[in-house]
Every structure is written in structure tokens, then in C-alpha cells.
């Protein structure tokens, strides 16, 4: 698989609200009212990431859930990366 470009990467998260690239990684930030819904939204989040596949760095704090996403292997962001952003968006408005 191949790495984007920075501008490919811009171009391509412009459609994907929250999402920014940050150094070789995409990045959102999703705040929740309860500890507990963040948590549920981890669970779900590693459901869709095993169904790709590709699986997102998750840092939790208190109510906000940090994902960051890049193909390791690749070492920077590709059209995966922008796969697995894009149907965490579809999840959120489902589930929201």
C-alpha cells in the first residue's frame, strides 16, 4: 500500500469533520457526556477496526476518546487509514 501525500491526506479528510493530520497520523478528538459512553464507543469502534482489519491507537481520558490512525507498516497515512476514518464517521451518525 502506499503512502499519501500531505495534500492527499488534506484532501481526502476535508469530508471527514474533526479529522486532521498530524505529523504521519490522522487524528479526532470525540467528547462524551459519561465515562461509560466513551467506553461503549471504544467497543464499537474496535469492532468496525477488526472487520478492516486496521486498527486505530485509542487513548482514553475520563470522557474523551483520542483515536489516532496510520498504516504502521507503511510508516504514514494511506487510502486504509482514510477507510477506517470514514466508517467511524458512518458509526457516529448512526449511533448519534
Known amino acids: 500500500m502506499t503512502k499519501l501525500s ?19 497520523f490522522i487524528t479526532k478528538e470525540f467528547e462524551f457526556d459519561e465515562f461509560m459512553e466513551g467506553i461503549r464507543f471504544v467497543d464499537d469502534i474496535a469492532v468496525l477496526a477488526e472487520k478492516l482489519g486496521h486498527h ?6 475520563w470522557t474523551t476518546v483520542r483515536l489516532e490512525i496510520q498504516t504502521h507498516d507503511e510508516g504514514g497515512i494511506t ?18
Open 56 to 61: 486505530p491507537d485509542i487513548h482514553i481520558r
Open 6 to 24: 500531505a495534500a492527499q491526506v488534506d484532501e481526502k479528510i476535508r469530508s471527514l469533520p474533526g479529522w486532521k493530520r498530524k505529523g504521519l
Open 79 to 96: 487510502v486504509l487509514d482514510i477507510k477506517l476514518a470514514a466508517e467511524i464517521e458512518k458509526h457516529r451518525k448512526k449511533a448519534g
